[in-house]
């Protein structure tokens, strides 16, 4: 079983540059699903995630290749076969086959997500949404069986501004009769890439980032090539890397609009963030401000954020408060670090967090953003070595985690 072995206690210093964004990677390699020729995807992140969706397309009939960074989906020999088990299963973002599938054939069956199950993750929001378009969804031995002989244009209620749900009727609503409004819609910048791709592929969407989306149905979609947005949450994460070790990084390679949120919280902690152009500097201070921080949906505090954000507030004289508003017990990485000697009482969707000093443990993180809250608690720990397993989990989303710190100036190595 591979490990990330940390021996803390250096500052991060230098240049760190952001790839593609998992969350948008994850929902444009399906989207090609829907176009008659190739697409060409710029910029995708080196993560297993992305690398298991390949996988899926070429399953489906697709034929997939690879130029550095860039993905060439050619969907024209597609088809639409039933996925019960196997690479659905290991991520979450499979759902985003209903939608495309959908959309192009008319029909899908997909198996239940698997993925980060920090708790349990409904979609009966995607489901609501295909229904309004006019298909059937049934239960086919445990898969979900989605059917519909024409796709008809609607107005869609969201009951929560969920990411997955407005991209997937985003997704099948691009070929449906008529027009398509998708209210209380998510406002998340992966959403916007979404939209760019599809509306360059040929779709008609509009509103894409605010809470109301309108989607003309078109007849077909064709290939086009798109760059994709960088990733808000690896920036981030080396961003609260680069204040919990009192170190001095640029964040290169984002868009620090994406990142206001975060930006602000680490200001009000007493973090100094330098802007300019497409890169943020991170200078960290020796002494810190406790906070209350309050994951919301964008443009708050990102819920992604919550659990790297919670090593951090172990170095914040006094105590601070993490509520979470999106996921009601994103918890599941604090008895890890409290192994580690962090001092956290989770009440509810809060965890409230006191100054503490991290020492040398063997954890295991569940989730993906746990890992990267472990792996920022080993960058702290001076004494010995921290041993982080799962690290599984750490490759779905962090592109190249472990060399990036070592650059950076982290003694960290896997084993
Ligand atoms: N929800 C429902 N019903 C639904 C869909 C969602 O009740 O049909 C609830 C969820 O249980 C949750 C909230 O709505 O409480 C928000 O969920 P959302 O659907 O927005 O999340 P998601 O699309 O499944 C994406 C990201 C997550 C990220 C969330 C929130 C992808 C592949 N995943 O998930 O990313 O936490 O949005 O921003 O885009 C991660 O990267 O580590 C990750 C988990």
Redesign the pocket.
Known sequence: MEKIMIQGGRPLHGTVQISGA??SA??LVPAAILAETTVVLENLPVISDVETYSEILVELGGDVSWDGNTMHIDPSRMISIPMHNGLVKKL??SYYLMGALLGRFGEATIGMPGG?SFEP??????IKGFEALGATVTNDHGSIHIYAKELRGAKVYLD??????TINIMLAATRAKGITTIENA?K?P?IIDVATLLNAMGAKIKGAGTGTIRIEGVDGLHGCRHSIIPDR?QAGTYMIAAAATRGNLLVDNIIPKHMEALTAKLEEMGVEILESGESLRVIGKADYEPIDVKAL?YPGF???LQSPMASLLTQASGVSMLTDY???NRFKYVPELMRMGAKIRVEGRSAIIERSKLHAATVKAA???AGAALVIGGLLVEDGVTEVLGVEFIDR?YDNLVSNLTMLGAEIWRE
Do not use: F, M, W
Not at 121 to 126: A, V, W
Not at 160 to 165: E, Y
């Open positions: 998992k969350n994850v929902a979450r973002a980060c993750r409904p979609i009966d929001q995607h929560v501004a969920s990411v997955g749900a998510a998340e992966e949450i949906i990102a819920t992604d999106v996921y009601s989730d993906l953003r989303g």
